[in-house]
């Protein structure tokens, strides 16, 4: 997947409250197109102290990165092809995903879904409510999104009530 001027802001937005947070990010990709390139490069660059870029894709490196963080930046969680947020949830991080077009964002859990928060309160939440945070984590790496789960009556029941025979 390729990324567009509005991930590169995306991502520019949580990097700017990042220094006072506390908060470090990992950045793994490339983009065919050399301006957003050249913009990952740069980010690297103008915030060194809290973010590494590695340019290029590794899936097992992908993997313990994801293991090994709190929380999963994901672009959205409507896209069927972007797993992330499921392997985020499997590993234990949390995904959050921008609302929109907004600066605000949603914690990928059936507790916070409908909240709306700035970069700034989802960390502050994680901080100060480690007890919350462990749970949301848990309840996330418990769930089954296999299509033995749940989620296959429910298509097949979707199905059925809408098949005109």
Not at 146 to 160: I, L, M, P, Q, V
Request: aromatic content about 8%; charged content about 25%; glycine content about 6%.
């Amino acid at each position: 997947m390729d990324m567009s001027d509005a991930d590169l802001n995306f991502i520019k937005l949580a990097l700017k409250s990042a220094p006072r947070n506390g908060a470090q990010f990992v950045l793994m990709g490339t983009s065919k197109n050399p301006l957003m390139q050249a913009g990952l490069e740069e980010l690297q660059k103008d915030f060194k102290e809290n973010v590494t870029v590695i340019s290029r894709h590794d899936e097992g490196m992908l993997h313990l990165l994801i293991a090994g963080s709190d929380i999963l930046l994901c672009s959205s969680f409507h896209d069927p092809e972007n797993q992330m947020p499921l392997k985020a949830l499997k590993y234990g991080a949390v995904p959050i995903a921008r609302r929109g077009e907004s600066t605000s964002f949603t914690l990928h859990s059936t507790k916070f879904s409908d909240e709306a928060l700035s970069w700034t309160q989802v960390l502050i939440r994680m901080k100060d409510d480690p007890l919350g945070w462990t749970n949301l984590v848990k309840d996330g790496m418990v769930k089954d999104f296999s299509w033995d789960a749940e989620c296959a009556d429910r298509y097949t029941a979707a199905y059925w009530s809408i098949h005109q025979p």
